[in-house]
T-cell receptor, first 114, second 116 residues
Framework: NAGVTQTPKFQVLKTGQSMTLQCAQD?????MSWYRQDPGMGLRLIHY???????DQGEVPNGYNVSRSTTEDFPLRLLSAAPSQTSVYFC?????????????FGPGTRLTVT | SQQGEEDPQALSIQEGENATMNCSYK?????LQWYRQNSGRGLVHLIL?????REKHSGRLRVTLDTSKKSSSLLITASRAADTASYFC????????????????FGKGTKLTVNP
């Protein structure tokens, strides 16, 4: 099993550009989520999904869109990148909705917006 | 908003010593989890402790939970240089939805350095 994979590993965007961060898992997990990690801030939840076709907002959803058309994939779209979105982005998955089970994290995508 | 807050923010010890990190949270919880993050990597799950449990062990790790004080501690015994990492607690905020809260809220972490 590859676990949770994320692409790309690094990305530099100009302000106003859009892009999609990819996340895939091969563990047949129902629950997937996106976090951003900023220095001194810990991890903050952006969006999450409890199954294909179902998504909901987390703590910091503004400027991001998600969709979940399959169990395996949960892409995160930046609509119009801003310098405030410079961060490290982590995708995670778990067996069942959220917190009764451990979450498996991807290796992260380091995004810089200039 | 942060639910769990780790203390201390940074901890530096010598190899072989024990390391204790604390986590305090604000609202009642169903469970609390601890994660480790090596520099530049994703988080790795260490231990999940449920609200009706007081202590759990996993190898050199010992986690305690005191729901009356809304706090948890992570003890790493006989530390090694490879334990150098940031450690995060995460809680569910106590919400009951579809059999469990859907949101896991992380603290800001404790940065542990173990010197050889």
């Amino acid at each position: 099993n590859a676990g949770v994979t994320q692409t790309p590993k690094f990305q530099v965007l100009k302000t106003g550009q859009s892009m999609t961060l990819q996340c895939a898992q091969d563990m047949n997990h129902e629950y997937m989520s996106w976090y951003r990690q900023d220095p001194g801030m810990g991890l903050r939840l952006i969006h999450y999904s409890v199954g294909a076709g179902i998504t909901d907002q987390g703590e910091v959803p503004n400027g991001y869109n998600v969709s979940r058309s399959t169990t395996e994939d949960f892409p995160l779209r930046l609509l119009s990148a801003a310098p405030s979105q410079t961060s490290v982005y982590f995708c995670a998955s778990s067996y069942s909705p959220g917190t009764y089970y451990e979450q498996y994290f991807g290796p992260g995508t380091r995004l810089t917006v200039t | 908003s942060q639910q769990g807050e780790e203390d201390p923010q940074a901890l530096s010890i010598q190899e072989g010593e024990n390391a204790t990190m604390n986590c305090s949270y604000k609202t009642s919880i169903n469970n609390l989890q601890w994660y480790r993050q090596n520099s530049g990597r994703g988080l790795v799950h260490l231990i999940l402790i449920r609200s009706n449990e007081r202590e759990k062990h996993s190898g050199r790790l010992r986690v305690t939970l005191d729901t009356s004080k809304k706090s948890s501690s992570l003890l790493i015994t006989a530390s090694r240089a490879a334990d150098t990492a940031s450690y995060f607690c995460a809680t569910d905020g106590g919400a009951i939805t579809q059999g469990g809260s859907e949101k896991l809220v992380f603290g800001k972490g404790t940065k542990l350095t173990v010197n050889p």
